[in-house]
């Protein structure tokens, strides 16, 4: 079974950086048959997908228009985890956020999310 | 990019009655097309995938249809625990994908 858990700080300053790892258990983050995404929510903005990351030979990375300049996903393959950084936040930021694991781009595993916030 | 509207956006039913709740794309994404479950506090939960075909463990009265750009999911008998806020999303603009804006399906 597959399991996924985020961690990381709940409140981030304005212009600062949001980081949060995404740790797996029951599967691989360089299993070359998925990928590895960061997904937020909030009740302004609903679902919004940030990006992801795979391993087919090589790392992949792919990042939603709306974070592209500001955003990285980084896999960590001794620890089996992969992270998200979110630079310059803004309160616009502040949401649940989600890791998950999509296979042909079908979302079926969810972490528990994470709260964070963006406030000074 | 592709947007997904939901409707209804609260849907109030009874337990034992059918649940229809529709998706519809802005653009034709084949039968690209997923439902989720959340409930207060959990993460969405996979229903259906690929328009119609139900993912593991989830219970034969959950159904999808449709393609192009009209979907729908259907509940054939409400349960308690089905009471819950349902959502669609899109892979068919991959690798960007989107989701729409949910179904709130609240006891009557």
């Known amino acids: 079974q597959v399991q996924l858990q985020e961690s990381g700080p709940g409140l981030v300053k304005p212009s600062q950086t949001l980081s949060l790892t995404c740790a797996i258990s029951?599967?691989?983050?360089?299993?070359?048959?998925?990928?590895w995404n960061w997904i937020r929510q909030s009740p302004s903005r609903g679902l919004e997908w940030l990006g992801r990351t795979c391993y087919r030979s090589k790392w992949y990375y792919d990042y939603a228009e709306s974070v592209k300049s500001r955003i990285t996903i980084n896999p960590d393959a001794s620890r089996n985890q992969f992270s998200l950084q979110l630079n310059s936040v803004t309160p616009e930021d502040t949401a649940m956020y989600y890791c998950?694991?999509?296979?042909?781009?079908?979302?079926?595993?969810w972490g528990q999310g994470t709260p964070v916030t963006v406030s000074s | 990019e592709i947007v997904l509207t939901q409707s209804p956006v609260t849907l109030s039913l009874s337990p034992g009655e059918r649940a229809t709740l529709s998706c519809r794309a802005s653009?034709?994404?084949?039968?690209?097309l997923a439902w989720y479950q959340q409930k207060p506090g959990q993460a969405p939960r996979l229903l259906i995938y690929d328009a119609s075909n139900r993912a593991t463990g989830i219970p034969a009265r959950f159904s999808g249809s449709g393609s192009g750009t009209d979907f729908t999911l259907t509940i054939s008998s409400l349960e308690p625990e089905d009471f819950a806020v349902y959502y669609c999303h899109q892979r068919s603009s991959w690798p960007s994908i989107t989701f729409g804006q949910g179904t709130r399906l609240e006891i009557k």
């Open positions: 029951g599967d691989s983050v360089k299993t070359n048959t998925v990928a």
């Open positions: 998950a694991r999509d296979m042909n781009y079908v979302v079926d595993y």
């Open positions: 653009q034709s994404i084949s039968s690209h």
